[in-house]
Each structure stands twice: as structure tokens, then as C-alpha cells.
């Protein structure tokens, strides 16, 4: 069992920055791939990225790939997502989940927080 617990959520300008952090306690964390999605509301929930267990590779959805950076912290168990040039559109809440592929399904998933970017 993994549970996720993310933070870093808030109000920000169109065009600033914000960081998101998910930390990870039970299982090894650096046995999953680590994801970050997003629901806006009204739509359903769609990729953002994922980085592999040792971080050393790393998917973007089209929509936020130059903007986003995740990464991740074995030690701390403890995944980032580093947010730039943010735009009304990425206004979601955002969600990190811990699984064994990219894009496949996720097995444990955080409760999510809300970003709120203003235009």
C-alpha cells in the first residue's frame, strides 16, 4: 500500500510558476513510476506526465511539455512538478498516482490539489 499526499496548490498569475510535491510513505516509492494528472472541471482527467523509478526518463502530454518538469526525490520519497508559464487552461485540480507504466493504469493515487491560475 502507498499513499500520496500532495501540496503546493494555489492562486497564481497567467504566465507564473508554481510547484506541486507529492510525498509518498509505505511501499518502496522507488518501485513505481510516478504520475501527475489533472481535472479541469467539467472534463474528464487527463494525463500530465510521468517520470521512470530512477527519474532518469520522463513523458509530457503535448499540452504542457516545455512548461512542466517533474521529478522525483528517492530519498525523500517525494515527486515534483515544477509548473512555468502557467495558462488559465492548466487551472485543475492536480493529482499525482503511483504505478508501472507511463500512461497505463495507476494503482494508488493522492486526493489531489486545486491550481487556480488567473488571467
Known amino acids: 500500500q502507498v499513499q500520496l499526499v500532495e501540496s503546493g496548490g494555489g492562486l497564481v498569475q497567467a504566465g507564473g510558476s508554481l510547484r506541486l510535491s507529492c510525498a509518498a510513505s509505505?511501499?518502496?516509492?522507488?518501485?513505481?513510476?510516478m504520475g501527475w494528472f489533472r481535472r479541469a472541471p467539467g472534463k474528464e482527467r487527463e494525463f500530465v506526465g510521468a517520470?521512470?523509478?530512477?527519474?532518469?526518463?520522463?513523458d509530457y502530454a503535448d499540452s504542457v511539455k516545455g512548461r512542466f518538469t517533474i521529478s522525483r526525490d528517492n530519498a525523500k520519497n517525494t515527486v515534483y512538478l515544477q509548473m512555468n508559464s502557467l495558462k488559465p487552461e492548466d487551472m485543475a485540480v492536480y493529482y499525482c498516482?503511483?504505478?508501472?507504466?507511463?500512461?497505463?493504469?495507476?494503482?494508488?493515487w493522492g486526493q489531489g490539489t486545486q491550481v487556480t491560475v488567473s488571467s
Open positions: 498516482a503511483a504505478g508501472s507504466n507511463y500512461r497505463g493504469a495507476y494503482d494508488y
Open positions: 509505505g511501499r518502496a516509492f522507488s518501485s513505481y513510476v
Open positions: 517520470i521512470s523509478r530512477l527519474g532518469g526518463m520522463t
